[in-house]
């Protein structure tokens, strides 16, 4: 079955300074690749996601990479703000029954 | 406002207690999950749902039952719990017949067995 693992389980950066999230994934046949933002209390929300036909999507500060060959995926956030801080999760949809496999999470802090 | 609603938020019940967790969601989605979210841990799929038959029981123990008398509405019936169980659970819809499309989640119930 699809493996994810996701590193760093926590990461802290100075307000300003960029964030990066990895995610590796064990099934070659995977083709989308979603990122979830779940804010102290509330529901996770899809923030960005990823098809295997790209290489690499952006949205504002957000952007998300894929290595289809390496079989990782990541999250990256440029100029962090205070409402970044949460924990995100990544996620790789199984080809074979459409299931979501999750990460174990990242607590992004960012720092004042 | 997402669509999806849980109730209780909260929810205390002691081992012997049965109580149930209701889902529900007027998005027009075909498809509905519980989750369990415990700390520090993946989340974790417990049941499927796409067009109200049950596709997936991730080896779930008996002591949660899931229901689906429509396609808006879930439950998780709970009985004989044990203390491991505490964590948040999430309900999720999705449109089953486009895969990747993205799940909408409920804000949780967050369960404490003692």
């Known amino acids: 079955g699809e493996n994810v693992e996701q590193h760093p389980s926590t990461l802290s950066v100075q307000e300003g300074d960029s964030a990066v999230i990895k995610c590796t994934y064990s099934?070659?046949?995977?083709?989308?690749f979603p990122w979830y933002k779940q804010e102290l209390g509330k529901r996770p929300q899809l923030i960005i996601d990823?098809?295997?036909n790209v290489g690499e999507k952006k949205d504002q500060r957000i952007a998300v990479t894929l290595n289809k060959t390496a079989k990782h995926f990541s999250l990256h956030i440029t100029e962090t703000q205070p409402e970044d801080s949460a924990v995100y999760f990544c996620?790789?949809?199984?080809?074979?029954?459409?299931?979501?496999?999750w990460g174990a999470g990242t607590k992004l802090i960012i720092k004042p | 406002e997402t669509g999806v609603t849980q109730t209780p938020r909260h929810l205390v019940m002691g081992m012997t207690n049965k109580k149930s967790l209701k889902c529900e969601q007027h998005?027009?989605?075909?498809?509905m999950y519980w989750y369990k979210q415990s700390a520090k841990k993946p989340l974790e799929l417990m049941f499927v749902y796409n067009f109200k038959e049950q596709t997936e029981n991730n080896s779930v123990p008996s002591r949660f039952s899931p229901e689906c008398p429509n396609s808006s509405h879930l439950f998780l019936h709970l009985h004989t719990l044990q203390p491991e169980d505490s964590a948040l659970y999430l309900c999720?819809?999705?449109?089953?017949?486009?895969?990747?499309?993205?799940?909408?989640f409920g804000q949780g119930t967050r369960l404490t067995v003692v």
């Open positions: 999720a819809s999705s449109q089953a017949a486009n895969p990747d499309t993205e799940a909408f």
């Open positions: 996620a790789v949809l199984m080809d074979s029954n459409y299931q979501l496999i």
């Open positions: 099934d070659s046949a995977s083709n989308y």
């Open positions: 990823i098809r295997s």
């Open positions: 998005l027009g989605h075909n498809a």
